[in-house]
């Protein structure tokens, strides 16, 4: 029996300790479970990560105990997690808690138990039971309704029996019935109707699609496929048909979408094919939910997990296939330390499972595409939507010219208010999408020109008013708000005039709903969808029709599928065209693409009005054809210039602190270690301020490296970082393959 246990302790920094074995859990402890463990003067939990027969150290403690008896993280995830702290350069007890949700890790949270009530052998008498009712008719009523609905929890049987739980009590004492404890599984879909549906016939593109894919599953040859289809191509029926594959060789799935707003719908497609075999993980589910999800997969009561980013690391076992729909969405990355990519993951956990890889999207990411190019992925296109509907037309129209024919800027155009007349007079609905929530981008007294500004952030506060709620400023950084002042708080100038600047999808709203008053009008945004279930309340009374407008920030944008949606509107298509990232362009074309994609998934044939300050701009030109791979092919060229991904490698490290000086020159001193360490292929930028330059009370600076491959960057830093000695109140997060420079 091995004697040593190697243990990942929760509050260590990125090492693994030795610790004995007591004699009364040898044979029991086993890889992947939950300890607690003796840690300098009291005890901490850990996890075991191996098993040994030799000692590394000549006075070891003992484990104290086990946190039960199962194995929370198997070897493969363990796997899993090792790469990802030696990619991402993050401590590995960082990356188990990734792999693990915090419900199953954390003390104190365990399975829901109810009181269950079950009939005795005595209450099976009929004549028994008659003279019972006779002296005590409630506790008969009680007894008339076990018998009559079989075993209840005691909450539920005093209700129905019309009586309290003291009559179930007293029947206890006597020996008529049994009380116990039970689990109860806390179902996130609980209450939701299940549709049963059959698999559809597929269209050529799709079926060849599938195929594959299956071969993918069935040899790993290619491993990984992208799945490049235009929007309403029937990406989904192919996901459910290579899943029901995996279902039928005894395998698992794991489904990611990129945003709980997507959640709703897919899991309603799922859950109509799979029945009760699917389970959900993301973020907006309450602890309890996740925890006996999470346990129904480990235990393989459940074979199929949707979900968000996190989902990924579902104990699904024999993984046949992980899809990542929408995988170009920068949502799969995480911003804090492990700072990873999911779909990258995906990828790395396929390979570590033996298990195929599928990438879904109509607008991939260029790194994708490239790695579909040259042949290190399989690519099956779907050019034409299914039964050939037709593509939407799309419209730009340029808002400088609406501007100067209306002698003002105008947030509609001509042409966007009569195609919204034509939809509402023909009883179709219509998206609006605005990728900025909030009234009003900011507050400016037109006087003295004061901006309210956050006072821990370097942003303008963004003005929001709500029927019925005071008019407050807030940040949509840190979260601070304010009341609005009625003056200018400028002590120079105190005007009561203030001035609302740029707009946002409140003000979108409330236009739109003066514009239309027999219209009704909803909108869907982080700020409208905060409460549990909201996505799937909008989104189902905009299914069901009782919606005619639907006004939406990039929650709207992707995977949803409304067949009487046939306009379109993108309001502001410049929002994210001008940010300080040399992935701008490929993300507006991405975000147009994709929301011209909600258009004309009927019969009726749908239109996209796009306007815009830049309507020439390659994106935006290449989003008004739907020509990806036009789009592509420009693109790559400047990246391969630059030597961007997918041509390199980009490593960012964010610097932050209370004081400015002290991140500049914690930088600074970082930078003179570190570049001595670099080989010549990495180039060296920084530190330098980032253009969201102070958060949450924190200054923000970068420093950004950039290789043609990632270890000749990681190696370099790990070995600075091991030793380099940080300022107090500085921290630094290190983000490999970085997706934002914001």
């Keep these: 029996m091995p004697r040593i246990a190697r243990v990942v302790v929760e509050v260590a920094r990125n090492r693994e300790f030795d610790y004995l074995i007591p004699a009364r859990l040898e044979g029991q402890l086993r890889v992947g479970m939950q300890v607690v463990v003796p840690f300098g003067h009291s005890e901490a939990r850990g996890y075991v990560v191996g098993l040994s027969d030799e000692a590394r150290h000549p006075k070891l403690k003992e484990i104290r105990d086990t946190v039960g008896q199962a194995v929370l993280v198997d070897e493969r995830l363990l796997q899993l997690a090792r790469w990802m702290s030696e990619y991402y350069l993050a401590p590995v007890e960082r990356t188990i808690h990734t792999v693990l949700p915090a419900p199953v890790r954390r003390k104190g949270t365990g399975f829901k138990e109810r009181l269950l009530v079950q009939p005795a052998e005595a209450a099976m008498d009929d004549l028994a039971v008659e003279r019972l009712r006779a002296k005590a008719p409630k506790q008969a009523a009680v007894l008339d309704a076990l018998r009559a609905g079989g075993p209840a929890f005691l909450n539920d049987l005093a209700r129905a029996a019309k009586t309290t739980s003291a009559a179930v009590r007293a029947l206890e004492k006597k020996g008529w019935v049994r009380i116990g404890r039970q689990a109860v599984h806390r179902d996130p879909l609980a209450g939701q109707e299940l549709l049963r549906t059959q698999p559809l016939a597929l269209m050529p593109q799709q079926k060849e699609a599938l195929d594959l894919v299956c071969r993918a599953m069935d040899t790993l040859e290619p491993p990984v496929v992208l799945l490049y289809g235009v929007t309403g191509s029937g990406k989904t029926?192919?996901?459910?048909?290579?899943?029901?594959?995996?279902?039928?060789?005894?395998?698992?799935?794991?489904?990611?979408?990129?945003?709980?707003?997507?959640?709703?719908?897919?899991?309603?497609?799922?859950?109509?094919?799979?029945?009760?075999?699917?389970?959900?993980?993301?973020?907006?589910?309450?602890?309890?939910?996740?925890?006996?999800?999470?346990?129904?997969?480990?235990?393989?009561?459940?074979?199929?997990?949707?979900?968000?980013?996190?989902?990924?690391?579902?104990?699904?076992?024999?993984?046949?296939?992980?899809?990542?729909?929408?995988?170009?969405?920068?949502?799969?990355?995480?911003?804090?330390?492990?700072?990873?990519?999911?779909?990258?993951?995906?990828?790395?956990?396929?390979?570590?499972?033996?298990?195929?890889?599928?990438?879904?999207?109509a607008t991939p990411s260029l790194e994708s595409f490239q790695n579909a190019r040259i042949g290190k992925?399989?690519?099956?296109?779907?050019?034409?939507?299914?039964?050939?509907?037709?593509?939407?037309?799309?419209?730009?129209?340029?808002?400088?010219?609406?501007?100067?024919?209306?002698?003002?800027?105008?947030?509609?155009?001509?042409?966007?208010?009569?195609?919204?007349?034509?939809?509402?007079?023909?009883?179709?609905?219509?998206?609006?999408?605005?990728?900025?929530?909030?009234?009003?981008?900011?507050?400016?007294?037109?006087?003295?020109?004061?901006?309210?500004?956050?006072?821990?952030?370097?942003?303008?506060?963004?003005?929001?008013?709500?029927?019925?709620?005071?008019?407050i400023l807030l940040c949509h950084v840190c979260g601070e708000r304010r009341i609005v002042p009625a003056r200018c708080p400028n002590d120079k100038c105190r005007t009561p005039a203030f001035k609302f600047a740029g707009v946002g999808t409140q003000r979108i709203e409330s236009i739109i709903s003066r514009l239309f008053p027999d219209a009704c009008v909803r909108r869907m945004d982080s700020d409208t969808t905060g409460r549990k279930d909201a996505h799937r309340e909008i989104l189902g009374e905009f299914r069901a029709g009782r919606i005619d407008i639907l006004v939406g920030t990039q929650m709207i944008a992707k995977g949803l599928h409304f067949p009487n949606v046939t306009l379109v509107g993108v309001l502001y298509a410049d929002l994210s065209l001008h940010m300080p990232d040399f992935r701008a362009a490929e993300r507006t074309f991405q975000l147009l693409t994709q929301v011209a994609g909600r258009a004309g998934r009927g019969q009726a044939t749908g239109e996209v009005i796009i306007q815009t300050y830049t309507p020439f701009h390659p994106?935006?030109?290449?989003?008004?054809?739907?020509?990806?791979?036009?789009?592509?092919?420009?693109?790559?060229?400047?990246?391969?210039?630059?030597?961007?991904?997918?041509?390199?490698h980009l490593v960012c490290l964010h610097l932050q602190g209370p004081g400015e000086a002290k991140v500049q020159f914690a930088g600074e001193a970082l930078v003179r270690a570190l570049k001595p360490k670099l080989p010549a292929s990495v180039k060296l930028a920084g530190p330098t301020p980032a253009p969201l330059a102070r958060a949450r009370g924190q200054y923000r600076y970068q420093v950004l490296l950039r290789a043609p491959s990632t270890r000749s960057m990681t190696a370099p830093l790990k070995a600075v970082l091991e030793t380099f000695k940080w300022p107090e109140d500085v921290r630094c997060i290190v983000d490999v393959d970085a997706v934002s420079l914001l």
């Design 619 to 648: 994106a935006v030109q290449a989003a008004r054809r739907l020509d990806y791979e036009g789009f592509f092919d420009q693109e790559i060229e400047f990246r391969k210039e630059l030597g961007y991904p997918p041509f390199g």
């Design 237 to 361: 029926e192919v996901y459910l048909q290579a899943i029901a594959r995996a279902l039928e060789k005894g395998q698992g799935a794991i489904v990611l979408v990129p945003e709980i707003s997507l959640t709703p719908q897919t899991i309603e497609r799922f859950h109509g094919r799979f029945g009760d075999t699917i389970a959900v993980l993301h973020s907006s589910l309450s602890d309890g939910e996740r925890h006996d999800e999470w346990h129904r997969v480990r235990q393989g009561r459940a074979r199929v997990v949707i979900g968000a980013r996190s989902a990924l690391f579902a104990p699904v076992e024999k993984l046949g296939l992980i899809v990542v729909d929408e995988e170009h969405e920068p949502t799969y990355k995480q911003e804090e330390t492990p700072a990873y990519h999911a779909r990258d993951v995906a990828v790395m956990r396929g390979h570590l499972e033996g298990c195929a890889v599928l990438l879904g999207s």
């Design 377 to 471: 992925y399989g690519l099956a296109r779907m050019p034409a939507r299914v039964d050939h509907r037709t593509m939407p037309a799309v419209r730009v129209v340029d808002l400088r010219e609406e501007a100067e024919r209306a002698g003002r800027p105008n947030v509609f155009s001509g042409d966007l208010v009569d195609a919204i007349h034509s939809r509402l007079s023909r009883a179709e609905q219509t998206m609006l999408f605005l990728n900025r929530r909030g009234f009003a981008t900011s507050l400016v007294c037109p006087q003295c020109g004061y901006v309210a500004r956050c006072n821990e952030c370097s942003v303008a506060m963004t003005y929001h008013r709500e029927p019925g709620a005071p008019e």
